[in-house]
């Protein structure tokens, strides 16, 4: 499943909370209170994706499984998106400095000495 397809929202909230095995009235309650938020569709429905899936599953292993409160899943869950957020940065970055770098190498004509001290101009 693509990025895309994560983030495509389809299942009512009835589904939503068969498939992590809560009470709709407390998908509801996590929408209320900014843990979860799910699309609507034009009908003012609420539409959870894959993605809103996953997240209410991490809410719940924090919660049942290791005793964490709302305010400290909250806090959790804006760390993790925020570090995912990071961590997606970094690696555009890596890929452009390394397209840059290839791109220098190749102005260059190759003779370039690399970072770890090997000399290229004999390739």
């Known amino acids: 499943m693509d990025a895309q ?3 495509e929202a389809c299942y009512v909230i009835s589904v939503a909370a068969q498939m992590v095995e809560l009470h ?5 309650y996590y929408e209320k209170v900014g843990l979860v938020v799910p699309a609507r569709s034009a ?3 609420r539409l959870y994706s894959p ?7 991490k809410i719940c292993r924090l919660t049942e499984d290791l005793g964490v409160n709302l305010a400290g899943v909250d ?3 804006r760390l993790t998106d925020t570090i995912e957020g ?3 940065e970094a690696e555009d970055m890596q890929r452009s400095l390394e397209s840059e770098i290839r791109l220098l190498r190749q102005r260059l004509g190759g003779n370039v000495i690399a970072v770890d001290g090997e000399d290229n101009s004999a390739q």
């Open 86 to 88: 990071m961590r997606a």
């Open 43 to 45: 009908g003012n429905l």
């Open 24 to 28: 709709p009235q407390t998908l509801r």
């Open 5 to 7: 397809e994560r983030r």
């Open 75 to 77: 806090v959790i869950l």
């Open 51 to 57: 993605t809103d899936i996953e997240r209410l599953r």
